[in-house]
């Protein structure tokens, strides 16, 4: 447990604290008498901070690197209406000292409360041979530490620890609801495609320090990463089908919905082209919420132009909030599902 | 009501029948003798079927053009695994004997129910502008009638009466389901958007004999044509807050979710993003459902290739039915919905 | 009236000046020390200048905001080739002192005279409805200011005030004069697309003290906003044959050309077609110019990159100068118009 | 001269006629009996007529190939609304025999007057060394004749004999009126361009008994064909500047706007970028004027798919004819060219 | 071995042949007197021909479908410059009677030749782990039978029985020859990934009576299949290294260069660049030298137009035909091969 | 011979040097003083280095522009782990002490023997109009010199001095490869199209200073250039086969292979197609080389972002370097050349 989060600053402006924090982004610059200082963005799970080290610059400069955690003794102050630290000492810690999770931002959600969730929807499937291999997932320590943690994406959407489970839960709970209006859809086979469709992101992502892409995830992607994930463990189901074999790495490999997103093949039958909508739907709900809540603070209901959406975005409710927001907020229907 | 509707046909093998249909292609081709026979594609609201009239065609060739609908007597056979008709007799037929909905594909649902459960989502609509904006477009006879016989589309998907209901119906229900799942969205909007977001197309699609565009259809699109009957009807509604005009307006001009479709203007927040995503997803199952049903009798799971998706699709029902189906149809999960 | 604008700062050289200027960037930098000064751009109609206030900061950082228009006091000097401005002091002016026109780049010709150009434009329409719906949009003083005030465009052309006025004109004769060649042109659509098939920008952008996009602007677009400003005035002419109103609300959306332009349709008929080839070289024949007289002073005859163009663009005058320039400027031939 | 063209067919109708025709599709089909018959495709510089030749089919069957000129017997007779011919007898006409611009679709327009034309506009550049150039041109007696005769294009726009005089007359004049309005474009460079741009055409094309490409033309395409022929003339300019042979050559090898239309570079000068908009504009206008001229007898203002635009089109006038037509036309205003 | 085949018809032209075909095409049409005929197109390993069956249709018409082998009894003639086969007796053969290899298009090489040739290359390779890698490939009975037979695409190219081995000892031949011209690259690995880069094709395609594309092969591809062929293969090879395993699997997913055409990955490391390229050439190579055999007797230098190129080929040999031949025939230089 | 060279600053670590380079980029800034500061990119053909000049700024900072080249002294010294010199004094240098060769970028191969390399290529042509050409080329003494001179590219690959030629001979070598390994490839032409394909690039680029476009290249490009230089040298080859020159002009235009890389036309003969695929090969290992060599001595496997490949890239040989490199190194079989 860190002594203090950067979520924290205003509780400790004009103070001296002790902490620690990753380092996401070094620079040593030189002052106009020749002298270096140190620019750093420092980051924990609750944000970043800027910090200057103006003194003695030289005997530590080259004691550490991006991606490395120090502790850190400085200074918060406000200037130009942000909070920023001038670091007084430095120190770069030993592994044995490091809670890894204590510097990657991180969901707010339950991780355990999703873990289950996800664990329902599971014993839901009433297909055999799908809910087992799903279950050999979820009892294979090594996968389920993984999934708990790795984020869903590097920069466009989820990019927090626990990011993968948390879009998968939540996609999960579309198919559930939309496989309602559309009876002859499988609701198994869309489950289970729900569940694998990122699953190889445990791989193809590093995520200790910092995120970024493994080798393996650069060459080859996490949905051929998956395809080997998924033959090992069908490996341990007797019997299974080879034509659901079939459909579930199509659900796989298609999920992205298109050629020039890096799918080989176009969604072909109802429920991959089903799982390629409600993913790309959830991954731009979620890409706007969080923009609308990084934006929480601008008057304008306009956000900063969304690079993953390739425009501003619009925060519907702070726009109509010379309304009476109350009448606005209404019971859903009772859903006519037939 | 006809005497005999096209898929009737297995019945009447090897019999003359008497009976009506709309010429949805007439040609025009000439025997080796020089001497001239038509062929014919005639069409009712159950199909489609190859005729030919031999004899005695010069007196009536030119007393009738495609999108007539003919009084027509004839001898039903099977030729090469099809249905045709060898024509003995024909004769147009007066605007007063026809009961145009004879001849068109329609819905195979109950209109009457589509109408009544488009009537509960916007009664379910918290917002009283919004819902009184609605009300009005369905307290509008003229505008209830075009409603509810309007096709969604001239061949993408939908394109049978009673199709642009049929789909906005479903898509209410797909809204209703999946705001559920995102509780930032504003549910009043989105179903104001699907309520709205096709009905020019009253206006577009011509559908009285077959399915066409009108000229206001093909220089406006459907879309600059509901603006300005929501114009028209805003024009009812007191106090219609401005903000929510401009929010169903950019709802109707976003929704094909990008430019090369037609949208002037790029989805911009989180309703707009939403609607285009279940409208798209809506149209392509409906698109799905009814190529399987088409190729129903096929042998393999594979249907033809299904132009509206650029693809051949999976059956995939077809494709698992060596398994034991029943293990395949599981209870739906109480979804956890927060 | 401002005492000084940045085009004369030639002539104030190493003095000190008062004026007022419209901030168009303001960042607050760190000097070593520690203590923060302020780097501004300032803008009037005449051009823009980068200026630097080193001393008593703290106090009057946080009393303006981008856009504020402030009266300042400082000395002009020329620093790397280039003017700036040491600030002295700072105030942030009151509305009541402001006179806007102060501010904004401006059309250098006179609007006036564009403005009669363009009402000489409109009462040569023969067609008597269209010549009464556009003199009715000339009528009314709100459009008339506004049209009169509006750009072009934010960045791309005739981003100036006056700049929409500007190139009305210059469209409405170039219409005039092509039309001349293709006699089955209908000169009064194609007019009457030319000075309606912007109008929108008056309420898409916003220039009182900078150039951006209202929010109407933002998710409607001009070409939807000026769909519901023609259909206010049609509703004043009395008998207005609705093919011609077909026809010029397919104008006004078919303009841009084509789909990925923001066009719901393409133009289908002659005059849109011609409208769109002619509002679009109309554009680039500006941003041309525009780019040549702002590399005017460059040795080189090749511009900085256009982005508008992407390209570099190659100013022929100045390229062919080495050669006797009065051999180049002939005499028109008399066009031999048929 | 012709004994008879197809455009008279009505004042022969069930009458024998002697004539030739240039033979544009040659099809041999076997009756039921086995026996062959012919089905042809006729054509004359007046259009095209389907031709059966029923009796006496082998001994002359293999004696004429498409492309041919053949002499001609036969029965004028109409069947199914279009006329038709019942052929008699068939022979090879002697190459000494033919006059080949009886077969060729040809310009209705006076050549020699739009020859004259070409040389007015020659005649008024002011510019000496681009002046004589062009009389270069002219006064080659090949190029002459070909220039006179060449289509502008296979099939796309002005297809016909003396159609890239046709076009270049007609860009000539828009150029001239268009130059009016921008006093910073250099009339003579861009009339010069006019003038070269499509010249390469004479030998991309071939046209002597029907339209196709030159081995050439389909290796080098037009553009790189005219910069040799350009390289030609150029030699025999005393003292031609060399920046402006090389402004020339990118005037034509810019022409085609684009990258994807065979444009290796985009145009980078404003005299190029009007030509690129112009000869565009005209070769649409061309096109359109042409699909309203081919469907002219149909009731609908809608023609059928225009394939060089990819749309169909609405004749404006047909759509308008319902109003007073005296009304839409009206006195060109004198425009107030600055 | 079949008594007679396609290439074969000049010498049997008006004799009565009785030998087998598979049946590419069928269709029943109708004679004028309202009674069915044939309309066929036969295939055999040497060419396709059309044929008719006029009388005793009904009697045989359903016994066969589309891809079966018949023995059919009929009459070789020739009509409109090709040969057909007018049938007088049809019978579907059973499975017991059939060399299937005698009904599809066949390499002309030597398969036994072409098999040794890519052992030679798989010996050469140094790396011992993917050396024993390819060897475990060659030596798997079910691979090799199917690594010989299977044709390198449906229609594209190298698209007979054969195919897939013909092409890849061509391009395992281009690889050899290149790389000699790059020192640094790693020759293994690139021999590697010739032959492993599409023997996925083996169960992509179908190929026993005609071409075509399995389930497998249409929801998931070669690219995929061949993963899991290569994982099957890598659990026998001892202490295979895991950087050389996602180079191989790079190879093989990243082979088509662009996302467009399938590959989720872009070519990352300089041999997988090379494989992408030589691999497309070699593909590009054979389709251009079927089209130049395919259009073999056509005068023209110029080939139809070619669908897997999107544009017609000049056969370079016949159009320089007139210059002396054997002066284009020079001796390879001595490459300088550093 | 310049007295120092940038690759050898180690030697001379904190030592003043006086020496020569090109002002490949040149800043004014302020110091906090008010004072200006020089700060420079200095050049030379060994590489670049940052310089910083503090004092008597004034006097010097006008007397010179990027590209010219300066005698300066200096102090060498180490900053930030990079090399940088402090000046004390600059001085611009005369044309006639430069030797321009000193400072930008040149191939570290031996361009004489290079150049013997081409000839050799040449004179293996055994089509003596080819060689004929080919060898006036290499006879023309200012195109010698530029082609031995001339950069490939001014960015993307091979972008030094004696890069044109390195590539085409590295070129001419690939196509001798792969030539060999299909028959049908007449490599007479295809040789001429690689010595050809990319001369116009002495004229294209600028390489006197520094790398450029001059304004014929970006009016016209290399492949326009190097048509007209085509044309001159072919005047003086008696009874050049006009086939033979569509060929080789084919070969030019078509090299790059697409439109939108400024080919005006495809490649349609297989000289044609293989010249492109080899030239673009060529150029993107080069892009690799020069990317590994500019990365070596970072740690990862992994490169920069390559702008010209758009992707990171995978240096093989360091990511197998735990592997014993030795096994990976065989010999290259001897090639079944048939």
Same mark, same amino acid.
């Given at each position: 447990?860190k002594?203090?989060?950067?979520?924290?600053?205003?509780?400790q402006?004009n103070?001296?604290?002790?902490?620690s924090?990753?380092?996401?982004?070094k620079q040593?610059k030189?002052k106009k008498?020749?002298?270096?200082?140190?620019?750093l963005t420092?980051?924990?799970?609750?944000?970043?901070?800027?910090a200057?080290?103006?003194?003695n610059?030289?005997?530590?400069a080259?004691?550490f690197?991006?991606?490395?955690i120090?502790?850190?003794k400085?200074?918060?102050n406000?200037?130009?209406q942000r909070?920023q630290l001038?670091?007084?000492k430095?120190r770069?810690?030993?592994?044995?000292?490091?809670?890894? %999770?204590?510097?990657?931002?991180k969901?707010?959600k339950?991780?355990?409360g999703?873990?289950r969730?996800?664990?329902?929807?599971?014993?839901?499937?009433?297909e055999?041979?799908?809910?087992?291999l799903?279950?050999l997932?979820?009892?294979?320590p090594?996968?389920?530490?993984?999934?708990?943690?790795?984020?869903?994406?590097?920069?466009m959407h989820?990019?927090?620890i626990?990011?993968?489970?948390d879009?998968?839960v939540?996609?999960?709970?579309?198919?559930?609801?939309v496989?309602r209006?559309?009876?002859f859809?499988?609701?198994?086979?869309?489950l289970?495609g729900a569940?694998?469709?990122d699953?190889?992101?445990?791989?193809?992502? %590093?995520y200790?320090?910092?995120f970024g892409?493994?080798?393996?995830?650069q060459?080859?992607?996490?949905?051929?990463?998956?395809?080997?994930?998924?033959h090992?463990?069908?490996?341990?189901?007797?019997?299974?089908?080879p034509?659901?074999?079939i459909l579930v790495?199509h659900?796989i490999i298609?999920?992205h919905?298109?050629y020039?997103?890096?799918?080989?093949?176009?969604?072909?039958f109802p429920e991959a082209?089903?799982l390629?909508?409600?993913?790309?739907?959830?991954s731009?709900m979620?890409a706007?919420r969080?923009?609308?809540?990084?934006?929480a603070?601008l008057?304008?209901p306009w956000?900063?132009?969304n690079?993953?959406?390739?425009r501003?975005?619009?925060?519907?409710r702070?726009?109509?909030?010379?309304?009476?927001?109350?009448?606005?907020?209404?019971e859903?229907?009772?859903?006519?599902?037939?």
């Open positions: 447990m002594e203090f989060y950067i979520r924290d600053a205003a509780q402006e103070k001296v604290v002790t902490t924090f990753v380092i996401s982004n040593i030189s008498s020749g002298e270096p200082y140190l620019d420092l980051m924990d799970r609750t944000g970043t901070i800027q200057k080290m103006w003194d610059v030289e005997e530590c080259y004691t690197e991006q991606d490395d120090l502790k850190i400085g200074l918060i406000k200037y130009n909070w001038t670091i007084h430095v770069k810690m030993d592994e044995a000292e490091i809670d890894f %999770s204590d510097y990657l931002p969901t707010s339950d991780i355990d999703l873990w969730a996800l664990g329902e929807f599971v014993s839901s499937i009433g055999p041979h799908l809910r087992l799903l279950e997932f979820m009892a294979d090594e996968i389920a530490r993984a999934y708990r943690n790795a984020p869903a994406a590097k920069t989820h990019a927090f626990g990011g993968l489970l879009h998968v939540s996609l999960c709970r579309s198919c559930d609801l496989a209006n559309y009876p859809i499988n609701r198994d086979l869309l289970t569940f694998l469709h699953i190889g992101k445990v791989h193809e992502l %590093s200790a320090r910092s892409y493994t080798t393996e995830g060459l080859l992607g996490h949905m051929v990463i998956e395809l080997e994930l998924l090992t463990k069908l490996a341990q189901v007797p019997g299974f089908p034509q659901l074999k790495e659900l298609s999920h919905g298109q020039e997103f890096g799918s080989p093949k176009l969604p072909m082209l089903m390629h909508y409600l993913d790309d739907l959830d731009k979620e706007m969080a923009q609308f809540e990084h934006d603070e008057d304008s956000t900063a132009y690079s993953a959406l390739a501003p975005l619009l925060n519907t702070k726009f109509l909030k010379s309304l009476d927001a109350d009448e606005l907020e209404a859903p229907v009772v859903a006519p599902i037939e």
